[in-house]
């Protein structure tokens, strides 16, 4: 299991006990919480929170954006974005944070659904075409030109170096 999972697990887990033997869920949240890269920590739990309700409640695109507004850690992933934001002069920086966090967690390519290929007409199969919106990556385009793909490499780059810290601190743990 990868670390991003391990850490979904951790905070969605109800036995919170820590063990002796190995790392358990307890744990995970312990090395999370004395990572130094907060806003990395704060976007894994906050798509770790989208990923629990939205499987828990079996609910694509269009409805788990009524539930974007019951996410804990959206507020402040906002706010540090739009920080991030406001520092490299993007204009309508709190829009546009919100807008690439909403993208940030749900990719998909809405034509295809994140298949990468097109349908063969009247059938369920796929044809061997690219999709033309994603050109085959099953993602959809990012939003806000270059600024936009810049916030994104920002927040997979602020969410690498929080699992990796955590990665570290499990090792250590023990």
Known sequence: MQITERYETANNAKNLKVEAENNGAADVLIAAGWSPVRFGMLLMRLHSEYDGKAKRHGMGATDALLLVGGLKSLNQAVEQLT????????????????????????QTCKSCQGRGKQLIPGTPALSERDCPACHGSGKAKAPHGQEGRKLLNYMDDCTSRAADSLRSRLSNMR
């Open 83 to 106: 920080v991030q934001a406001a520092k490299w002069q993007i204009a309508e920086a709190n829009h546009v944070a919100k807008v690439m966090i909403w993208h940030w967690l749900n």
